[in-house]
Structure formats: C-alpha cells, structure tokens
C-alpha cells in the first residue's frame, strides 16, 4: 500500500523569498504523484501532477516539482512567494491502476512580510 | 471555478436529526468520492462511486449513508451522528475510477452538537 509524509506541518517563509516543501512516498511500483493546495474554508485545487516523463513537473501560479525516484521524493517549490500563497499543501500519491489517491497530512505555509 | 459544487457549504445539526450533503458534478466525469476532513488529520477516503456503483466503502460507520443517482450527483445522507463527526466533507470527481486526477469541491463544514 501506497503512504506519504510531509516532514513539515508548518513552514513560514518572507514575501519573496524561495520556498521547498518536502514529500517523501512509498509505493513499489512507478506512482502518480500530485500537488494540492487549500485555502481556509475551502476545496483542494490541484497544483500539479506527475504521471511519467519529464521529472521536472510545471504547475499553476509559478510551482514546480521534481520527481527523484532514487529518494522516493516529489517536492515543490517556487522561486518568489508572494502572500497570497499562505495555505495549507498537500502531496498525495495514487496507485498506477486504481482510483485511491493517499494524502499526506498536509504543510501549513505562513508569509511574512 | 472547479466544475464541482456542494451544498450546503455550513451545517449544523444536533445528534438526533437527519440531514444530506449533496455534490454535484459539471466536468462528464464518472467517479466521484466522499472525504472527511478533521482537523490534524490526513484526509480520509470514504466512499467511491464508479459509474454510479459504490466500488469502495473505508470502514465507514453506518450512520454515514451515501447514495450515487446519476454519475453527476452524490449524496451523504447523516443520522444521530456524534460530535466527533464534526469535519468538513469533501466531495471529488474524477475521469474514471482508474484515473487518479480528481477535482474537489468546496466542502461542507459540518457541526454536530
């Protein structure tokens, strides 16, 4: 069975500065791994997606991961944080076949300016 | 604008009533899923429907009682839930059960009292 864990529940980082939120799976076979983000009160928004290919993944509102199966990590980052991208991220990882997406508990972001 | 609408978005309801959360899907999809979402917990799976058939229930207890009519709409039907049950129910939809990509809604913040 597939898992995941995002070491960070919490992270604050200034208005510019570069952000990496960390998440780490386990699965046996190649997975498919995504990036959710929620704000208070509200649904999950899909960020980005890997499925296969390119391991460097492009993403809305300037996010990127990187997938490196060596680590079993998949990773987000964007170069500038602007304020409005306080909320809660979260990594998840589903199985190649089959419909159950596993959720990491998820990393509360805070910008400071 | 995520294609996926619930109602309603705030619920309060003491242990003895009887109440549904409805979803709604606007993207064609055929699967769609029942999260609950405590808070410093992982989101946890509930239900899965597959072309309107339930094709997973996660130990869900008995007072939760989901009901797919259509593949555009899902319900949970609630009754003498506890409080510990207090949570915002999220509701997804995906393409198909073997495709992992899902779409949120914006949730039903729940309260038991």
């Known amino acids: 069975a597939q898992s995941v864990t995002q070491p960070d529940i919490h992270i604050t980082v200034s208005e510019g500065a570069s952000l990496e939120l960390r998440c780490n799976y386990s699965?046996?076979?190649?997975?498919?791994l995504f990036w959710y983000v929620q704000s208070p009160g509200q649904g999950l928004q899909l960020l980005l997606k890997?499925?296969?290919?390119?391991?460097l993944v492009q993403g809305i509102k300037g996010f990127e991961a990187e997938f490196k199966r060596s680590q079993s990590s998949f990773n987000l980052r964007k170069p500038s944080v602007h304020w409005s991208d306080a909320a809660e991220y979260f990594c998840a990882v589903g199985a190649e076949y089959g419909n159950k997406l596993v959720f990491g508990a998820g990393t509360i972001l805070r910008v400071k300016s | 604008e995520t294609g996926v609408t619930q109602t309603p978005r705030h619920l309060v309801m003491g242990m003895t009533n009887k109440k549904s959360l409805k979803c709604e899907q606007h993207?064609?999809?055929?699967?769609m899923y029942w999260y609950k979402q405590s808070a410093k917990k992982p989101l946890e799976l509930m239900f899965v429907?597959?072309?309107?058939?339930?094709?997973e229930n996660n130990s869900v207890p008995s007072r939760f009682s989901p009901e797919c009519p259509n593949s555009s709409h899902l319900f949970l039907h609630l009754h003498t839930l506890q409080p510990e049950d207090s949570a915002l129910y999220l509701c997804?939809?995906?393409?198909?059960?073997?495709?992992?990509?899902?779409?949120f809604g914006p949730g039903t913040r729940l309260t038991v009292l």
């Open positions: 993207l064609g999809h055929n699967a």
């Open positions: 890997y499925f296969s290919g390119d391991t």
């Open positions: 997804a939809s995906s393409q198909n059960a073997g495709y992992n990509e899902q779409f």
């Open positions: 429907y597959n072309f309107k058939e339930q094709t």
């Open positions: 699965y046996g076979a190649t997975p498919y």
